[in-house]
């Protein structure tokens, strides 16, 4: 018997072998060059992040972004932006784990569920500075080799092939109705 003549193939091929989530509120405080009378404005841009696997089931996602406050001064008579740049690391366990990857290389794909976003912006208790409440996620996935075993057909071109039957099915109304096109992030509650 040959390699070619077995029932089963094993294929390498590379897929999600872990994935996790992390949702992260920080808050931060700037000092800004004048006494704030009050806050009219706060928003966050020049967000920037990478991933790396930092353990078995840990993954360090590193970022960095800019917080601008607008703010009056001088008994509302003034305003003027501060700018702050963020650096923050976010450690993202790993809810999922396959076990089964061939190496220890691995692709990491890190996306923002929620890009960081001011929830709340004060000036603080003694007036001199501005705490600033920031929210944002991510979800990860760790991409490895694996394999899989698959079922070798060799005479997948025979006329009298089950498989290639062609049924007529027609649907009704009802049925119709029952299919859930969001059937992946669907839970029933039956």
């Not at 040959?2 to 509120?25: H, M, N, P, Q, S």
């Not at 001199?128 to 079922?151: A, H, L």
């Amino acid at each position: 018997m040959t390699f070619l003549d077995k029932e089963y193939r094993e294929i390498i091929t590379k897929a999600v072998c872990g994935k996790g989530r992390k949702f992260t509120k920080d808050t931060h405080t700037i000092t800004p060059s004048h006494r704030p009378t009050s806050i009219l404005g706060c928003w966050v841009i020049n967000h920037l992040y990478h991933a790396k696997k930092k353990s078995e089931d840990t993954v360090i996602i590193s970022g960095s972004y800019d917080i601008n406050v607008w703010y009056s001064y001088n008994d509302n008579t003034k305003t003027e932006v501060v700018t702050e740049r963020v650096e923050y690391t976010d450690l993202v366990p790993l809810s999922v784990k396959d076990d089964n990857c061939i190496n220890d290389e691995y692709d990491i794909i890190a996306k923002v569920l929620q890009q960081p976003n001011c929830l709340e912006c004060m000036i603080s208790d003694k007036g001199g500075s501005v705490s600033i409440d920031i929210e944002r996620e991510f979800v990860v996935q760790i991409i490895g080799e694996t394999k899989i075993c698959v079922k070798v057909k060799p005479n997948w071109k025979s006329d009298d092939d089950e498989d290639d039957v062609m049924w007529d099915y027609e649907m009704t109304d009802d049925e119709a109705e029952d299919i859930r096109p969001d059937f992946i992030h669907h839970k029933r509650k039956d």
